[in-house]
């Protein structure tokens, strides 16, 4: 199950933890991904709260968490090719693993087609 924040993050629940990433509406905007800063592992980030950064040929953008939690993973291979998050920014361009505070939170965040009407 993928949701959606408003600030154009994602967050994909598998099993007891989730991954957590851009939006490709995001990337889009962004433009060519050439730098992420990641939070530390053990981090925890409220709803909403910035947890990291992200640097284009255009402007960097902060990365806002869509539900509160705390950060159990990088992705490694993102740090090393930032690439990964323009081509393939749902999926193999993932920014961190998380453990959910409170999977009720879920709720309030966006479906894909509710995403996609939101942002356009």
């Known amino acids: 199950m993928t949701k959606y ?4 993050t994602w967050v994909r629940v598998e099993g007891d933890t989730a ?6 509406h995001a990337q889009d905007t962004l433009g060519d991904i050439v730098f992420v800063e990641f939070p530390a592992i053990g981090a ?3 709803q909403g709260a910035v947890a990291g950064v992200v640097e284009s040929v255009k402007a960097a953008a902060d990365v806002h968490m869509p539900v509160s939690a705390e950060i159990v993973a990088l992705n490694e291979d993102l740090r090393v090719d930032p690439s990964l998050a323009n081509n393939d920014p749902e999926d193999a361009g993932w920014f961190y693993q ?20 939101f942002a356009g």
Request: overall charge negative; aromatic content about 6%.
């Open 19 to 24: 991954k957590v990433g851009i939006t490709g």
């Open 5 to 8: 924040h408003t600030e154009h």
């Open 98 to 117: 998380v453990k959910l505070k409170d999977p009720t939170e879920l709720d309030t965040l966006m479906d894909a087609s509710a995403y996609q009407n």
């Open 44 to 46: 925890e980030f409220a």
